[in-house]
């Protein structure tokens, strides 16, 4: 018949889906981080990563700017930036 | 968590997606020795578009109804091999393909015994293919099968209790958890794998484009629901009641004005009685009241 189907796991991240940004994106000010982890336990994308206080930070290579990581910051530590990269930017740096 | 992701970025969920972030914490607190068989639906789709796949363990898609007789296959051979107490076995499927399309290869799996932890992502309709209603879409809801207007006020079924139905078949551990309490999802799924037998969790998620929210309102919509008695988090054991998430319950209007779904309903005082009375009984079924003294 066909044989299996063997994908390359874990290889999603070829798709920059960061320029799906369109409106604003979370700045990292890493100046009251308490490393309390939300931001990780909660974005959709999991590409928030840090290990001490004031280390996190997101890749905006896959944020999708949905803000959540901005509204759970117990200390206001993010906040949502205006986003300059232009539609369809990071894609066009992949070719 | 950081080093090995079982979970990578680079998916093709909306953004705020709340089953995003529930499959993520699903399989993190599972860790990496398990196998995942899944439903068609959202997670799939989003997951694995081909050749591409955003899973760090063993994966399998089958069909839309099959996720449980697929795990319980995958169950049976590691039993056969001797390796069913090294690995982790998870079912999980969405809300169509639990409620709907999926029960009786669900019941059959949970009446057989395997073990195996079935997971439904409850986003209250088939998202994936345009927002029609399924089982478990609650009173009221406006999706593209059950639009509001002068003769409908949207979906006129009640939400299927599947929980009862899960229970009924006397499985070990039955759960609720929801997208916007990230630790009691982990709690739960690490419980649940460290019990033997059929395990049942089903973990409310909101879709912004289907619930039409901010994708920014993600977990406030999902704390809502819980805090207005309309989704209960409560945990079985046995067929015993052991926790309950208690509450001081809030007008469930409060839940409703945040999503576009429920908007013809806000307009309509009978109807939002009529809401209002669905998690007044989940308050008294459970016994959700925080009781002051």
Redesign the interface.
Known sequence: MFGPLIVKSKKVKCDKTGSWRIESKPKYLQKNCIACKMCVFICPEGCVSGKEKNTYHTDYNYCKGCSLCALICPKQDIEMVKEETKLGELQGEKK | ??NR?L????????????Q??AA??VIEAAGENTIIANNTGCLEVF???????????P?IHSLFENAAAVASGVEAALKYLGKKDTVNVIAQAGDGGTADIGLQALSGMLERGHDVLYVCYDNEAYENTGIQRSGLTPYGANTTTSPPGTVSIGNIHPKKPMIDIVLAHGIPYVATSSAGF??DIQRKVKKAISIKGPKYIQIHVPC?LGWRHE??K???VAKLAVETGLYPLVEYENGVLVSKRQIVPKPVEEYLKVQGRFKHILKNPEELKKVQEIANNNIEKYGLKVQTQ
């Open positions: 968590m950081e992701p979970f990578k970025s680079g998916h093709t969920a909306c953004a705020g997606c709340g995003a972030i993520r914490l997951t694995t578009g081909f050749p591409e796949s955003a899973w760090g363990v994966w990230p630790r912004p994708s920014g993600t977990l406030d």
